[in-house]
């Protein structure tokens, strides 16, 4: 059974950084691509970032990128989004998601799995 823990939300001003953690089980980490979305109050849930399988491409929401920072670590079943320069519009419910053994990155339905998410709130 697929186990996905995402940490690392909490409030921050704007401006601030938060670094969030996925840690995922019971699926072969380093064969799923990996991805983050998130979920404002009364919005659609939307894609933040996404990385391959090996870490080596990753691909971001406009609205995030040069902010934002997806990593992973194989060896620890992990992957990170690394939050800077936070505004109050990043407020959302966090989750992780591992992808389909085929897939793209920027679709809810190129992922298969979902964490159940991470708060964070940006005040300004």
């Known amino acids: 059974q697929v186990h996905l823990v995402e940490s690392g939300g909490g409030q921050v001003q704007a401006g601030g950084s938060l670094r969030l953690s996925c840690a995922a089980s019971g699926v072969t980490f380093s064969n799923r691509a990996m991805g983050w979305f998130r979920q404002a109050p009364g919005k659609e849930r939307e894609f933040v970032a996404g990385i391959s399988s090996s870490g080596g491409n990753s691909y971001y929401a406009d609205s995030v990128k040069g902010r934002f920072t997806i990593s992973r670590d194989n060896a620890k079943n992990t992957v990170y989004l690394q939050m800077n320069s936070l505004e109050p519009e990043d407020t959302a419910v966090y989750s992780c998601?591992?992808?389909?053994?085929?897939?793209?990155?920027?679709?809810?339905?190129?992922?298969?799995?979902w964490g159940p998410g991470t708060q964070v709130t940006v005040s300004s």
């Open positions: 998601a591992v992808g389909r053994v085929l897939g793209g990155y920027y679709a809810e339905n190129n992922y298969s799995y």
